[in-house]
């Protein structure tokens, strides 16, 4: 399944959005963005944030930076900072990430059970059918708290958590069979 099984990323690609919009100079780490409840001023059934409910007194977060939102999971946070990369940008950034293609591990050849998915993002064409219907704007969003037209497999999020945390430096990932989990002697 680490390979093969595709799942929409969910809220673990915020620290993605915010690292490609921290990078296109989209938002910078010493500014702040509003948690409304909803990220649509007319609509506020639309794209809401998780903690604007009923149940919660249709609480927001309020004004966040960064390390907040992140530590929040704010979606208004995160909707914001995928309308301000658009959907070809933050979809070209999730493909860096190595989101929508297969990562070549070659898991036949190697021995391993299975195939290999790419997963999916919205592609060129996709982007173009949905900028002539005007909903490439709300599928940005969607990206920007990891929903929509995007999945990837588990090995998928452990190899951008891997390029994230090599700063941006890319090495395709390798599995290991047998590896133990006892440090070395």
Not at 37 to 48: E, I, L, S
Not at 111 to 119: H, N, V, W
Request: net charge negative.
């Amino acid at each position: 399944r680490v390979s093969a099984a595709v799942y929409p990323p969910g809220s673990i690609v915020k620290p993605l959005v915010l690292a490609a919009a921290v990078t296109e100079g989209e938002f910078s780490l010493d500014h702040s963005i509003t948690c409304k409840g909803h990220h649509f001023p007319a609509q506020p059934n639309v794209a809401r944030c998780w903690i604007y409910r009923q149940a919660n007194g249709m609480a927001t977060h309020g004004s966040l930076q960064a390390e907040e939102a992140l530590a929040r999971s704010c979606n208004c946070f995160f909707y914001e900072l995928g309308a301000r990369l658009g959907l070809a940008g933050i979809s070209d950034w999730m493909n860096y990430f190595g989101a929508g293609r297969q990562l070549g591990i070659g898991t036949s050849a190697n021995g391993f059970p299975g195939t290999e998915s790419s997963g999916s993002l919205p592609s060129e064409e996709d982007i173009a059918e949905l900028d002539k219907r005007g909903e490439s704007d709300f599928e940005a969003i969607m990206l920007g708290i990891g929903q929509g037209r995007f999945t990837w497999t588990p090995l998928h999020a452990a190899n951008a958590f891997a390029i994230l945390a090599r700063h941006g430096r890319r090495l395709p990932p390798t599995l290991v069979r047998g590896a133990s989990s006892s440090p070395a002697d």
